[in-house]
């Protein structure tokens, strides 16, 4: 069980359009959902968590209305790269957990996002 | 200071070896600590938990040192499939974020 799906796994865009990645949570209700970004040979960063029906908290740094988060039920949340460049190249990744304080993280496969 | 440290390697052993992997966390406030797996352009995948009396799961150890602000991970009996970037990830209680190190990349050598 704990299973996250992500679609697309990979896209390729050109500069200046926008680009959404879908997360969902297969068998279970994912209270929380987090999007991290990670660049090659560099860790995972947290970008924002997002919870059901509320707006997401984004991470220093990042900016809320380049990366529109939407978290609309308790099995999806989007991530949309808005105006993209080649500078927002990257594997982008979700996780989902079932409660708050500690409840494993289920990562989905990831999408990797080349922007030409 | 990142919050989460570990040597980057690459480490290239060869099959049948044991190998250990070192990370250090920087906030005090860290209370839960974890190892992933993660596999070339792949997710992260949760490897073990790290408990305060250390822990064991087949051939993999893990240890705690709340003292030194130090988690350990060590590999016995490497084999092919354990070639991988070993990420040391901490969280600080109350809060759900994971706080992810750059990872170990492993590989281990026929």
């Known amino acids: 069980g704990a299973v996250v799906s992500q679609h697309p796994s990979w896209v390729i865009c050109k500069s200046g359009t926008s680009v959404k990645i879908e997360c969902r949570s297969l068998d279970f209700q994912a209270t929380t959902m987090f999007w991290y970004r990670q660049f090659p040979k560099q860790s995972l960063m947290l970008m924002a968590t997002?919870?059901?029906?509320?707006?997401?908290?984004?991470e220093q740094g990042v900016e809320k209305d380049k990366f529109l988060i939407n978290h609309a039920s308790l099995t999806l949340s989007t991530l949309t790269v808005t105006s993209a460049h080649p500078e927002d190249s990257s594997f982008y990744i979700c996780s989902a957990t079932t409660g708050t304080g500690f409840y494993e993280q289920y990562f989905g496969p990831g999408t990797r996002l080349t922007v030409t | 200071r990142k919050e989460v440290e570990q040597d980057p390697g690459p480490f290239n052993v060869p099959e049948g070896a044991t190998v250990a992997f070192n990370c250090t966390y920087s906030n005090s406030a860290s209370q839960s600590f974890f190892w992933y797996r993660q596999d070339c352009r792949k997710e992260p995948k949760l490897l073990m938990s790290v408990y305060s009396s250390g822990n064991e799961d087949g051939r993999f150890t893990a240890q705690l040192n709340r003292a030194s602000q130090y988690i350990s991970l060590l590999i016995r009996d490497s084999k092919l499939s354990d070639s991988a970037t070993y990420l040391c990830v901490v969280q600080i209680f109350g809060n759900e974020k994971l706080t992810f190190g750059t990872g170990t990349r492993l590989t281990i050598i026929p």
């Open positions: 997002s919870n059901e029906g509320s707006k997401a908290t984004y």
